[in-house]
């Protein structure tokens, strides 16, 4: 064999390793990292929690300052075969009972299906309250929500009047 050959096959043998290296380095990387699609996860500006069989989604609370009165907004999912509730509120005693019907959503908000009303947000916009959620079945957890104000397009109109 010559040594143009010899050249030509080393060559072909180092392109050949190169290209297997990259390839388990790539491969690598995708073995050892969680696609976020393939997880839950807030997609929004809120957050969500699970309470019995009610998913509560993107849930935030909107208010002006402070101290204003606020709203809660988000959605709350029921997934089961039997109709549902989930109370909302800072404390148990305060709470809003939203009722869900088996397989569907039902919209918080003051232009949906229920308003869950804070007469005093005890955080000013860019901080994080704690809302209490309590299922129907008594199942209850605290889930720390960010308060927003209408400075996002989107929330400008549905922030409470002070």
Same mark, same amino acid.
């Given at each position: ?9 080393? $060559? ?17 990387? $995708? ?12 997609? $929004? ?34 997934? $089961? ?82």
């Amino acid at each position: 064999m010559n040594s143009l050959a010899r050249l030509r096959t080393s $060559s072909r043998a180092a392109t050949s390793v190169a290209a297997v290296a990259l390839a388990l380095a790539l491969a690598g990387c $995708s073995a050892t990292n969680e696609l976020t699609t393939q997880g839950d996860y807030p997609a $929004s500006d809120g957050v969500q929690v699970t309470v019995g069989d009610l998913d509560l989604q993107n849930l935030l609370v909107l208010a002006a300052a402070d101290g204003a009165p606020g709203t809660v907004l988000g959605g709350v999912t029921n997934g $089961s075969d039997a109709d549902g509730e989930v109370a909302i509120g800072l404390t148990e005693a305060d709470a809003t009972t939203v009722e869900v019907a088996a397989g569907t959503t039902t919209l918080l908000g003051p232009d949906q299906a229920v308003e869950v009303a804070i007469d005093a947000v005890p955080a000013a916009p860019g901080a994080l309250v704690t809302l209490t959620v309590t299922a129907g079945t008594g199942e209850s957890q605290t889930v720390q929500v960010p308060v927003l104000d209408g400075s996002q397009e989107q929330y400008a109109d549905l922030v409470p009047e002070s």
